[in-house]
């Protein structure tokens, strides 16, 4: 798994932390942010738009072009999903 690229802990010492990853098996490149709380185990993907269907239907022309590669504009939504969850979480 990918190094987080941003963590927070719960009032338990439990972290909750954000890591890019592919959504779907056969692509490489990341395309969702996974926000998994070590604590419970709960966890929330926030996806980048990408969209494969798109992908072949333009037969390798190019990504969707709402595709957000690097994930940026998205990360705001999984970071105050990561912060509301672990100041309500109570796991350790
Ligand atoms: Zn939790």
Not at 6 to 31: C, M, W
Not at 36 to 50: D, E, F, K, L
Request: proline share 3%.
């Amino acid at each position: 798994m990918a190094d987080p690229i941003a963590r927070f802990k719960n009032i338990g010492g439990a972290v909750v932390a954000i890591t890019e990853q592919s959504g779907y098996l056969d692509v490489k490149h990341p395309t969702e942010h996974l926000v998994v709380c070590s604590g419970c185990g709960a966890s929330h993907r926030v996806t980048w738009g990408y969209d494969l269907w798109h992908e072949e239907q333009s037969y390798g022309g190019g990504l969707k072009v709402d595709f957000d590669s690097t994930g940026r504009e998205y990360l705001p939504a999984a970071r105050k999903w990561a912060q509301d969850h672990a100041a309500k979480c109570r796991a350790l």
